[in-house]
C-alpha cells in the first residue's frame, strides 16, 4: 500500500476518531467496571509485557519533569528490520526497562502526573473506534460516573494522538535507505539515529 494511501486511511480513521461519543464511551466503562488495586502489575515484568509505547509529546514532558535525556529513559521501538547496508530500522519508542519500568520505585510510578498515555487508560485501549481490555484484576470493579467519564476522555485523546503521530509518520518517512549507521528510529519528528 503506498504512502498516500495509508495516510487516506489514517485520516479517515481520524475523522471517525474526532466523533466518538465519550458518553456511550464512558456509559460502556461503566458497564465493565473498573478498579484500580494499586498492585503495579501493569509496570511489571514477571505479570506480561510491559512495554510502554511513548511518543516524541511524551517524551518531552518526561524530560521536563524529570532532567533525564531521551536515551536515559527510552530505547528504540525493538526490531529486526534492516536496510541493504545492515542497518536496523524502527518505528517509535519504548520506555526502558529493568525487567519492570524503570520509573516503578517501591511499587509507586515517579512520574504519575506525566506517564504517557498507555498508562493513564489501562487496561482499555480503542482498536478500530472499538473499546479493548486489556487482563487486569482491577476489571469488574466499582467505577464512579466521573471516572468513567475522565477516563473515556483520555481514551479518545489516546486514540487521537496514535492516528495523528502515525499520520506525522507518513508524512516524513522518506524509507529505510538513508545514510547513516546503526538503528534508525522513524517518529513523527522524522529520522534519528541512535
Known amino acids: 500500500m503506498s504512502r498516500k494511501t495509508e495516510i487516506a486511511l489514517l485520516l479517515k480513521a481520524l475523522d471517525?476518531?474526532?466523533?466518538?461519543?465519550?458518553?456511550?464511551?464512558?456509559?460502556?466503562?461503566?458497564?465493565?467496571?473498573?478498579?484500580?488495586r494499586n498492585c503495579a502489575h501493569c509496570c511489571k515484568a514477571e505479570y506480561g509485557d510491559n512495554t510502554v509505547f511513548v511518543f516524541p509529546s511524551e517524551i518531552r514532558r518526561i524530560r521536563e519533569k524529570t532532567g533525564l535525556k531521551r536515551d536515559d529513559f527510552v530505547i528504540p521501538t525493538p526490531s529486526e528490520d534492516r536496510d541493504s547496508e545492515g542497518n536496523v530500522h524502527t518505528f517509535e519508542w519504548v520506555l526502558r526497562k529493568n525487567g519492570d519500568c524503570?520509573?516503578?520505585?517501591?511499587g509507586l510510578c515517579e512520574i504519575y502526573e506525566t506517564r504517557p498515555y498507555i498508562c493513564k487508560t489501562y487496561?482499555?485501549?480503542?482498536?478500530?473506534?472499538?473499546?479493548m481490555i486489556s487482563e487486569c484484576e482491577g476489571i469488574g470493579g466499582d467505577i464512579t460516573e466521573e471516572?468513567?467519564?475522565?477516563?473515556?476522555?483520555?481514551?479518545?485523546?489516546?486514540?487521537?494522538?496514535?492516528?495523528?503521530e502515525a499520520i506525522a509518520l507518513f508524512e516524513k518517512f522518506?524509507?529505510?535507505?538513508?545514510?547513516?549507521?546503526?538503528?534508525?528510529?522513524?517518529?513523527s519528528e522524522g529520522e534519528h539515529w541512535v
Request: with cysteine; aromatic share 8%; proline share 1%.
Open 147 to 164: 471516572e468513567s467519564r475522565k477516563l473515556a476522555t483520555l481514551l479518545k485523546e489516546r486514540y487521537i494522538a496514535e492516528i495523528k
Open 16 to 36: 471517525k476518531a474526532l466523533k466518538i461519543d465519550e458518553k456511550q464511551l464512558a456509559d460502556e466503562i461503566k458497564s465493565i467496571g473498573f478498579k484500580c
Open 123 to 131: 487496561p482499555f485501549y480503542l482498536l478500530d473506534g472499538r473499546l
Open 174 to 187: 522518506r524509507g529505510f535507505n538513508l545514510s547513516g549507521s546503526g538503528i534508525c528510529v522513524h517518529d
Open 102 to 106: 524503570i520509573f516503578l520505585k517501591g
